[in-house]
């Protein structure tokens, strides 16, 4: 009578490897290795070792002992003693070991460290102590080979954008089905103010892979800045190509992210690739990110140039750089005071920290507005290596995107300054509803005040 029923055997062979990634022959190794441990639990000796095969086609098994060759100076003999503190030998063990000179009347050319092996008697009656422990062996072995096939997919996939489905809650933190494994996107990863609703698809970046005593753990978020770059990269073709450069990035996440790029091809705008035509690529990302504001800026070798770009949509009249103390004075118009400022002195932070520079906001008559001023614990300098510096294990991921935009193909030089002037009037939009929305607060705060007097 056959030990296992090898149709239902194949079939679950199959399965494994199919759902779970787990090659038959994992499987298989596992099984004769439950086998060796069961036969040596129920007939073996103490500290014999015992190896088994099985062949899943015809269901035969092989049993048979296993015996290490050595020689007096990696053993020593039952009545021999230490020869001092140094003396390292192992006792020899009849059951586990064979002394190099009775291996080689065996198998002639017999060396140190070698296993030989004899045939045991083949036995499929296995006691119930026994069967559990084989069982006990084959899950933790299939367990061990879906977590090396795990970490071998997704380990090569760091750094890169994946799907997966709202699972549960827990703690604040989200369980997301990726279909063969399970990922956490914690809530200090998660964007404020995201509500998700189990079931629902979510888009996140796999930060890294972790292992750990009770598993694999697959951590994932979506207010890292390298989240910002991967979107754009999957909007981008020039950005894929390698053609637009990411120089820099910060992100309040959920409410605003400034970005800076810089093009190798003179004929490529950078901050057109980004902001598409008529907007389209930028607000596919700020959509993904539940309407957080994006401001792309070109990035400047010229530390005035750059700071100027990155105080944008606001106009700056004149800078002034102390290079000794890594600060920045900057001259603005009355009317762009808000705009460079910004919500709660957002503009202002975030392109201090994009720069690295230290920035005071000035009026056109002098007096100061606002001073992102002091020490900087939190300044992130222009070059992409220090903005992914906050993740040490972190890796850079694999561009596999190619391909260049039709519409940028055909645009060519010929329509630069068309793109040009798309861009002077993008950012006059931008102006003309950040005054508008100064304007309607101060007429609030007015009425308020109007109100209290009475």
């Known amino acids: 009578m056959a030990l296992f029923d090898l149709k239902s055997l194949n079939s679950a062979l199959d399965e494994l490897q199919q759902e779970r990634g787990i090659s038959r022959d994992s499987v298989i190794d596992a099984l004769a290795t439950a086998l060796a441990a069961a036969y040596r639990r129920e007939y073996g000796k103490r500290g014999q070792i015992i190896r088994a095969t099985f062949n899943p086609e015809t269901g035969d098994m092989e049993f048979r002992q296993a015996k290490i060759v050595v020689d007096n100076t990696l053993v020593r003999q039952e009545d021999e003693e230490p020869t001092g503190d140094e003396d390292h030998r192992s006792r020899f063990n009849p059951e586990q070991h064979i002394m190099i000179e009775d291996a080689r009347r065996i198998k002639k050319d017999s060396q140190l460290d070698e296993e030989i092996s004899f045939p045991l008697e083949t036995r499929e009656d296995f006691g119930r102590i026994a069967a559990q422990a084989a069982k006990q062996v084959i899950m933790q072995k299939v367990r061990e080979a879906e977590r090396a096939s795990i970490i071998e997919e997704y380990g090569e996939r760091e750094g890169e954008i994946v799907t997966g489905h709202v699972q549960r809650f827990e703690r604040g933190n989200l369980y997301i089905d990726l279909g063969r494994a399970t990922a956490i996107l914690p809530y200090d990863e998660q964007i404020p103010g995201e509500r998700y609703r189990q079931g629902e698809r979510v888009r996140a970046l796999l930060l890294r892979v972790d292992e750990g005593i009770r598993g694999t753990f697959i951590r994932l978020s979506r207010s890292h800045p390298r989240f910002l770059t991967k979107l754009f990269e999957a909007e981008v073709p020039e950005m894929a190509a390698g053609t637009v450069e990411v120089k820099g990035i910060v992100r309040e996440p959920g409410s605003r992210a400034k970005i800076a790029v810089h093009s190798i091809d003179e004929h490529v705008d950078p901050v057109g690739a980004l902001v598409g035509q008529r907007g389209v690529r930028v607000a596919v990302v700020t959509s993904e990110l539940g309407g957080e504001k994006i401001d792309v800026v070109e990035w400047s070798e010229n530390p005035g140039d750059y700071v100027k770009e990155a105080l944008k949509p606001a106009q ?36 201090a920290r994009l720069t690295g520079w ?24 222009t070059d992409v290596e220090n903005v992914d510096a906050q993740e040490d294990t972190f890796t850079e991921a694999k561009q596999d995107m190619a391909g260049d935009d039709d519409e940028s193909k055909d645009e060519g030089l010929d329509n630069l ?3 040009v002037q798309d861009r002077d009037i993008e950012d006059e939009k931008v102006e003309e509803q950040q005054e508008e929305d100064v304007e309607k607060e101060v007429d609030v705060d007015t009425k308020e005040s109007e109100r209290e007097s009475e």
Do not use: C, H, T, Y
Request: net charge negative.
């Open 358 to 381: 230290k920035i005071d906001i000035r009026s056109m008559g002098g007096d100061q507005i606002s001073e992102d001023g002091g020490a900087q614990p939190e300044v992130q300098r």
């Open 417 to 419: 300054d068309a793109k």
């Open 316 to 351: 700056v009249l004149g800078i002034e750089l102390f290079e000794e103390e890594n600060r920045a004075v900057v001259s603005v118009a009355e009317d762009q005071q808000s705009l460079a400022i910004g919500r709660g002195g957002q503009n202002v932070r975030l392109a």
